[in-house]
Each structure stands twice: as C-alpha cells, then as structure tokens.
C-alpha cells in the first residue's frame, strides 16, 4: 500500500504558513523604520555621520566624511523637513559639500526624502561644493625640481575652491540607524574658469551630535 503522507503534508503546510505570517509582519515593521526616524525629528534633531565617495569634475575621491542634520522644518517652511549637509570636522574640506533643503524642492514619501534646487531670481540657492581646482596647481614650466617641489608644496597648502551649485538633486534613503543616498550638482568654477560637476553616493549611521569648523579657503 503507497504510505500515508497526509499528516507530513499538513504539518508543512502549517509551518509554510507560520513562515509566511512572520516575513508579512517583519517587511512591513522593517520599511516603516525610516519614517519612524522622520517623524520623530520634530521632538528631537538626528545627526548621521556620513562617508562619501564620488567625483569632482575630473578627480576621484573616496572616504570623504560629511555630517547629515535631519530636524523639524522652521516656522512657515513648506517642507515636512530641514535637511542640511556639511563637511566634517571641516565644513569647507576638499571635495566635500553643503545642502541646505530649505533652497530646494522637497518630495518625502516611506522614508526617502528628494531634493532638488530651487533657483531664483531673488537669491543663489545656499547649496555648494568644494575641490581643489586644477588651476592651482599647472604646472607653470618644464617639470624640473623646483617646480615638482612648487606642485607639491601647493597641493599640501591650497585651499579648496567653492563652487555655487546651478543645479543639482540629492537623494536620502532612511532605514533604521542607517542613511544612504547620492548627489549631484553642476556649477562654475571661477579659479578654473569652467563648469564643474560634482556627483557622489554616501551612506551613515546615527551618531551623537557634531560640530563641523570652517577655515578660509578661495571662493
């Protein structure tokens, strides 16, 4: 006689079925956890220290770290959010920038926030780069000692340019303890008279508060 499965079958039907009850209440408990964090910066600011990596114009770059403020939008803003971006320990550090939602258009839906610059007639956005601009450091002759020596001592001293952004979009993704996201951003570059593009990815994670410094640097 063929064997009886009858009761195996049941029995996995039952844990098919446990299975599938756990992963419908855990994906949803999972994908609401950005919002949660959104919502709650109305009682208290968030701060995300970022690692960035991308390109400014030509030059590559990686492990750049950026400090994300995520708070409550101020008195008369349009948008659910404040977000703002800066450089850190140095607000104005090579290659990276500064975003200040309040000059852009926001879309914030299940944990991802868009901006994108909002131009004017009134006033430049208050969103920019920094990069050390090749213009610095050309080589001014035939590469002898001392001009090898003067390419070196200018990279170690130059400071980095600022560049005004034209046009750009940032993008954050908030899951959690964790913030990932990416940027670009066009603009003119007076040092090295052209339009430079400046495009990176980062990602963070929550973190105490902190405090970026600013030095001088070329604008």
Known sequence: ???????????????????LAALVVWLPARACLGQSVLEDVNENSKYFLLTLSGLAGKTSFQNVRAMLVLAASPPGSIHDYLVTINGWPESNGENTFVWNSEDSYMDSLAGRVTCRIANTFSRSPNIFFFHLSPALFKQEGMLTQRESERIRQTLTEALPTKVQAVAGEMTLDVTGQQVTGKVWMNGYDAVEKANIRYQATFHGVLSEELTATLRGGKK
């Open 1 to 19: 006689m063929p064997a009886d499965h009858s009761g195996l079958a049941a029995r996995l039907g039952r844990l098919t079925a446990a299975t």
